[in-house]
């Protein structure tokens, strides 16, 4: 199982910092790479490249003009977070048995309605209003059962060694 993020509606100049968060989480729980649709930001891919440089692993954004053909082409099981859906837990087993690829949509201040159609599962993290970043580290972490924690990041040339205080960083 293969998972994508698809970032819907990115606006330049009011989601910059909550967009490359949202791939900065996608990367660091696992997720094979994140598509994003909206406005197209060379910043924020060059910012989110730039990181997989440095940190490794083979994590890519991608942009897509067209979200709709893009979500209705996928190929594998498509779970939409919203405040709205049927609760993680109730649901997460049954994603996760598929065994199928999973596109995991996160919405920005408007998600069109038709959306909540083209999902095979409308999924909620709680049934209280708060955002894609923390739906979506939820989502990823439930999705990978804790397995994400301990991903590896080949070819990288930071890292961080863990330490009880201080910080410590290798550099190769
Ligand atoms: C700040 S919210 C805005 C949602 C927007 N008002 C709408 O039209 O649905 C941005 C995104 O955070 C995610 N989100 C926020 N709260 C959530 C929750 N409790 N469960 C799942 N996803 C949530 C959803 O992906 C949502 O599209």
Redesign the pocket.
């Known amino acids: 199982m293969k998972v994508t993020v698809f970032r819907l509606g990115h606006r330049i100049s009011r989601d910059k910092r909550i967009s490359t968060h949202v791939c900065l989480v996608s990367r660091a729980f696992g997720a094979k790479d994140l598509v994003y649709s909206g406005a197209k930001d060379s910043g924020m891919e060059e910012s989110v490249s730039k990181v997989v440089e440095q940190w490794g692993g083979k994590f890519s954004v991608n942009y897509e003009k067209n979200w709709r053909s893009f979500v209705k082409g996928w190929k594998g099981i498509v779970v939409h977070?919203?405040?709205y859906?049927i609760p993680v837990q109730e649901k997460i087993k049954k994603i996760e048995k598929s065994g199928k690829d999973v596109l995991v949509?996160?919405?920005?201040?408007?998600?069109p309605p038709e959306m909540y159609d083209l999902a095979d599962y409308n999924?909620?993290?709680?049934?209280?209003?708060?955002?894609?970043i923390a739906?979506l580290s939820i989502f990823l972490d439930r999705l990978m059962g804790g397995g994400e924690l301990m991903k590896r990041f080949p070819g990288w040339k930071r890292k961080v060694i863990p330490r009880e205080k201080g910080k410590k960083i290798v550099e190769k």
């Open positions: 977070l919203t405040v859906g949509v996160v919405g920005g201040e408007k998600v999924v909620s993290v709680t049934g209280q209003p708060h955002s894609e739906a």
